[in-house]
């Protein structure tokens, strides 16, 4: 199953609202988590089963989609959230990740 | 909450081996898979590998099939990656990521090691 993130890189401002999307090559139900990792550090789960917050996630942090289109929206970008997304899916092995959304300041 | 540090990572030849070391303090549960990510310098991630706490059921990436392992060590609360006739494409930061929070019937990869890196260079 591949897992296409679109778009690969983002440019944003503090207090935008900002959606990446995950396609999967078939479907995948709601196995779907995303991922935040910044420079030099270890990816942190963000969300699981397609919106479910993890714990210590900032509300302003959501997930959405089944199936095969999945969206990751923050509904108003903080300082430290400029980092990279990824989206992975857990519906077979192998568990497959996105390539990848950079999202920069503007 | 889980803590999770690897290490064995390092600088190895090409179709050499390496054996790669997970530890993990802090309450896990008795139910839960241990994965292992990777990845390439400037890359993003791949899936690897993972096993149940019991031991009973391990998945493999393709390419690694056949030539990575991962085993554990109850008594000692660790878990290895044995990683044999490693290629150059196997350059990687390589992290242990504890699979605990259970939902819809998957673990989800809640906590995360900070890595260790391989580097396979002739």
């Known amino acids: 199953i591949q897992l296409t993130q679109s778009p690969s890189s983002l440019s944003a401002s503090v207090g935008d609202r900002v959606t990446i999307t995950c396609r999967a090559s078939?479907?995948?139900?709601?196995?779907l988590a995303w991922y935040q990792q910044k420079p030099g550090k270890a990816p942190d789960l963000l969300i699981y089963?397609?919106?479910t917050l993890q714990n210590g996630v900032p509300s302003r942090f959501s997930g959405s989609g089944s199936g095969t289109d999945f969206t990751l929206t923050i509904s108003s970008l903080q300082p430290e959230d400029f980092a990279t997304y990824y989206c992975?899916?857990?519906?077979?092995?192998?568990?497959?990740f996105g390539q990848g959304t950079r999202l920069e300041i503007k | 909450e889980v803590q999770l540090v690897e290490s064995g990572g390092g600088l190895v030849q090409p179709g050499g081996s390496l054996r790669l070391s997970c530890a993990a303090s802090?309450?896990?549960?008795?139910?839960?898979?241990i994965d292992w990510v990777r990845q390439a310098p400037g890359g993003g991630l791949e899936w690897v590998a993972n096993?149940?706490?019991?031991?009973?059921?391990?998945n493999y990436v393709d390419s690694v099939r056949g030539r990575f392992t991962i085993s554990r060590d109850n008594a000692k609360n660790s878990l290895y990656l044995q990683m044999n006739s490693l290629r150059v494409e196997d350059t990687a930061v390589y992290y242990c990521?504890?699979?605990?929070?259970?939902?819809?019937?998957?673990?989800?990869?809640?906590?995360w090691g900070p890595g260790t890196l391989v580097t396979v260079s002739p």
């Open positions: 990521i504890a699979a605990i929070t259970f939902m819809g019937g998957r673990y989800w990869l809640d906590s």
């Open positions: 802090g309450f896990i549960g008795s139910n839960y898979y």
């Open positions: 096993v149940r706490q019991d031991g009973h059921d391990t």
């Open positions: 078939q479907g995948i139900s709601s196995f």
């Open positions: 089963a397609a919106s």
């Open positions: 992975q899916h857990l519906n077979s092995y192998p568990f497959t």
